[in-house]
């Protein structure tokens, strides 16, 4: 065909044709004087720039001889580089020169190695006959064409220029050089005068040949590295680096010592390889007696079973890796198969018409967003099994399962199963823990500035308070009436407050100032006989009172002076105090002794620590320093209320003495910073302490010296803690202006602990300045509180 | 469509009407009424007037299931989630009127008791004909120590000033006989006409105060509760009672001091111990005055045989006593406690279970309470909560562990204004009394004693 085409287009172009020819010859003159005379200009001059050749040196040849003539100084080198390619070659000119008669010639002449001379021949013959058609029109019929499937046309390189066999000649007066086969111009390269020019102009680039790329007309470039390659090859040396063509000789086998580990021996062949073997032939006699007795069936039929597990292996090959699964023991690793549904009948291929979707339940599932659809298929009805398409989705739902094994754990995560409801100890509910106050019952206001301190009278009637304004009030708690009343002093305040322990007698100790006053209510709050019997108790230790001073004169100087005890005036004992005893120091805190003749002073802010603590005996008026020296500053006392001992609290020291033998039986730590109250349980055995650090410590004097329970539920000091006698209850006061009320039940039985439960929070008092609440006791019997505020009132708790 | 409708909104249920007051039961038990569910409290009680042929019509309440109906019938049924196919048991009752409040008489100190005389009340009851019924008084006596009398018109008539210290309980005893007692442990009588008060007798014997006087005139006998954990049986006749021991009378020195008439001192007939903390409140019982009933401190009801003056029976509660009131009908002691409700205590030896119904609602001590002199299945109480309730023990829910009942009316005080302050401040109700013709007269620690009465 494309020789055809080639005839018909030099048909075509038949004007212009004669200069071509001579320039073609000119050209291919120049290639034969270049070839074979060694002559012509050098205009490349360059050696290399000729191995470029070696690809594609037809189209070079072409464009050579188009423009170039080139010829080289090292004709040897050509030849040589001519004589490796003659293959190649010597089609070369053929084909490009078909167009043209001397091209051929010359072809011819150019080469010394075999001409064809079948497709010149075939060229020239007609390859059609004409014979008449239907109409007596002549109708040509062409022959078969042959294709020379060995000529360069047919496989040339796409990229190569397509202008056709058009010498280059015929453009000269154009800018392009041809045409593609879609009729496009063909620019003309850059070339000639131009680029020399452009060499005069520039420095030769690294890698530069001069040479053209014969496939795209740029100029061919070529590294250092092909150029040696191409050097060495040209001069048939090897052309890779780092090859020794002549290694030295390793001598496996000769040599000295080599001979030893020559594994080869002379010795000649044993007779055994040459004869049959005796045990196979014993062992082959055996089968055949085996065969000739039966035992052995040479060509027995499989048996049915073993054939239809082979068939099963062979059939099919199901990935169910969960298919065999044992019933395991439950393990992190084990993951247990999940249950699949039965397939459905809308999962069938072919399923009943009702279960196949309409449009709108198509169009809804389409609509749906993939991930709520109810499934992730649509029924769908196919004639037979084999017109079931692809499974669309497969790829999507492979790569979803590999990032669900990727992504998703596969150990067994064994949750920590635990309520946190269980965590918290076991309470009981505050409502079965009743009674406990709830509620504030009555106010009793009368005081003006703080209520300091409180006590209930020992039938729980009644109850007396000491404040700020040096009056002593008594009052009904139930109803919040005041009762009596008796001002003490005008400047001092009321420190302390107590009744004495004894149903029989109607006395309150008051602490005022540096004096403590004892009273009797007027007001007929106690019966007569009661108010004889207490005048009876305070007057009775005026008798002892000179012997004891004067024993105790005997024994030290400065004591008899430490306290005074005397009738306080007319006017006062008229108001109902009857006895006063003077000490040199402010007692702050006072407390009886169960048996309610023996009571304690104690005065914290002294700087004769000697005085701090003293202890009275009311019917022999006698007054006592037990300590000569106290480690810490004093800050409450209190008796044990079965045993003979005292507990003294220093600032942050708890101490229990034994006053029979007059020795520290223990000492306590509580970390407490400054110890503001302790209550002693009924018992005696359990002791609570509040402190300024707003914690509340509960200690169990059986169990050691560091608290039992420490309780932190106020967000201010703690003034005041009260256990009450009957009941399991206590309670403590704040100044955040809160009461706390909590079950704490004591069980004889060393081994259980003691029970803590919070129960209320009693709110109601106003804090003024940073004092809110200051003082609570407890009913002798119900589970009624009493506090005592800053703001001056007193509070019943029921 | 809609008469389906209709028909369901006409629903009938039937219901079976009975009562438990003798005077307006129904000439013959008509069984089970068809009414509409539709019917309120007002359409029911004009049937069942109907019913009555009375002439003037009754203004009665229904109680179904020991609640009052206040609804329709239908939405009561489904509050209650009761099928309108059963037959409901409604029992009906005369209405009880919401008491307004009438007047306060303003005192010089806090009102601890309060107790009226009238044609209905007690002690003209045991007067008889010697009490004509044209006088109403009110007696009340304060913490100043004065016993006064008023007329209806708020005026003092009378004014009784003997007592060294509050008084805490007075009572008539007679139209002309008035037994006071206070903080300073005697119990005196009084002698009272139109304009005066003259003390006729002290009575010694109890070493602390006696907070509580129940008073019966036939058998001329004053109960006593005191604070020394005693009661104390009295008689109000100078003959009868014993003299006073010599321990208990206040010196001759401060009578003289008081330069008055020295007045008859007698002792008590005997004194009941047996308690273990103060005697907050006593009463007779109503059927058997030879009964005495004592609440305490000490969480107990103790039955007192007064001829033989021991003790019958004890009844311990959980929480402290505060008042005492006998109901005769349903044989149920009315205790008020420091627990903020009041207890019904079946006295009876064969009771299972001490309290028989729980009443709540107060916020405060329940520190007295009175009988309803109409009915003896309503009773006020006054509680240091400033309020007076008013209760019917008919109505009345059963729960988890008990019987409870709510209060149909809530009194508040006058001089509160509204408020209710906290832990009663200033308002607290120390004493009630409910007279049919005065109404619920209570007293308390605001110096006011306040008369509320059901307009009718």
Partial sequence: MAQQRAGQKRKVVEVPRPEADESEDEIVEGLINGELSDEGESEEGDSDSVEGFDEEDEDDDDLASDEIPSSDDEEDVRQQLRDLKTGGREITPDTKLMGSETGKEVSLLSHETAVRPLPRDRSDQQNYTISTDANGNPRFIYGEIDPVYDSDDSDAPAGGNTIGDIPLSYYEAYPHIGYDINGRKIARPAKGEALDSLLDSIDIPEGWTGLTDPATGQPLKLSKQELEVLRKITRSEVPGDGYDPYPDMVEWFTGKGMEEVMPLSAAPEPKRRFVPSAHEHKRVMKMVKAIKEGRIKPYQPISEEDREKAEALLEYASYDVWANEQAQADHPMNIPAPKLPPPGYEESYHPPPEYLPDKNERKAWEEQDEEDRDRDFLPSDHGALRKVPGYAQFVKDKFERCLDLYLAPRVRRSKLNIDPESLLPKLPDPAELKPFPTTCTTICRGHEGRVRTLSFDPTGRWVASGGDDGNVRVWDPSTGRQVWQIRLSREEAVNAVAWRPSEDTCIIAACCGETVHFLIPKNELCAPDTEARSQEVLSAGFGYATSATTSKTASGQDKPAASTWSRPSAQMQDRGCLLTLSLHTTPKILTWHRRADYFTTISPSTNATSTAIAIHTLSKHLTQHPFKRLKGLAQTACFHPTKPQFIVATRQRIRIYDLQQQKLEKELLPGARWISDISLHPSGTHLLISTYDKRLLWHDLELGNTPYKTLRYHSRAIRSVAFHERLPLFADASDDGTLQVFHGKVVRDSLENATVVPLKVLRGHRVTGVLGVLGVVWHPREAWCVSAGADGGVRVWT | ?456
């Fill in chain 2, 1 to 456: 469509m809609t008469d389906v409708s209709a028909m369901q909104k006409q629903s009938q249920v039937r219901i079976h009407l009975h009562t438990r007051s003798g005077d307006i039961e129904l000439p013959q038990d008509t069984g089970p009424i068809l009414v509409s569910t539709e019917l309120k409290r007002y359409q029911l009680s004009t049937l069942v007037n109907r019913l009555l042929e009375t002439e003037q019509p009754v203004p009665l309440e229904f109680l179904i299931n020991g609640q009052f109906l206040r609804t329709s019938l239908d939405e009561f049924l489904t509050r209650n989630g009761i099928s309108a196919e059963t037959t409901l048991s409604v029992e009906y009752v005369k209405a009880l009127i919401p008491p307004l409040y009438v007047a306060s008489y303003e005192h010089d100190d806090w009102v601890s008791s309060v107790d009226v005389l009238s044609a209905s009340s007690q002690a003209a009851a045991w007067a008889g004909n010697r009490y004509d019924g044209s006088t109403q008084r009110v007696l009340s006596g304060s913490y100043d120590g004065v016993l006064r009398i008023w007329n209806t018109s708020s005026e003092v008539v009378a004014t009784g000033s003997g007592h060294t210290s509050s008084i805490k309980a007075a009572r008539y005893v007679s139209p002309t006989q008035i037994a006071s007692s206070g903080m300073d442990r005697t119990l005196r009588l009084w002698k009272c006409d139109e304009t005066t008060l003259t003390p006729t007798l002290e009575l010694y014997g109890h070493k602390a105060s006696i907070d509580g006087l129940a008073a019966h005139a036939p058998s001329s006998r004053i109960l006593s509760a005191s604070a020394d954990h005693t009661v104390g049986v009295w008689s109000t006749k100078k003959a009868e009672a014993p003299e006073a021991s010599e321990e208990l009378v206040p010196n001759a020195k401060r009578r003289k001091l008081s330069n008055t008439k020295p007045v008859t001192q007698r002792g008590p007939l005997s004194i009941l111990p047996g308690h273990q903390s103060q005697v907050t409140d006593v009463c007779f019982d109503e059927k058997d005055a030879t009964v005495g009933y004592s609440a305490s401190m000490d969480h107990s009801v103790k039955t007192w045989d007064l001829t033989t003056a021991t003790c019958v029976d004890t009844r311990t509660t959980a929480q402290s006593l505060l008042s005492i009131c006998h109901l005769p009908k349903s044989s149920l002691i009315a205790t008020g406690t420091s627990a903020r409700h009041i207890t019904l205590i079946d006295p009876r030896a064969s009771a299972t279970n001490v309290s028989a119904m729980t009443l709540r609602g107060h916020a405060n001590f329940v520190s007295s309470l009175a009988r309803d002199p109409m009915s003896s299945h309503q009773l006020a109480s006054g509680s240091h909560d400033g309020t007076c309730r008013v209760w019917d023990i008919r109505s009345v829910r059963s729960e988890a562990m008990d019987r409870v009942g709510e209060a149909v009316y809530v009194i508040e005080r006058e001089s509160a204004k509204g408020r209710r302050p906290i832990a009663g401040e200033g308002v607290k109700v120390f004493d009630v009394c409910w007279n049919r013709e005065i109404g619920i007269v209570s007293a308390g620690e605001d110096k006011q004693l306040q008369i509320n009465k059901a307009s009718s």
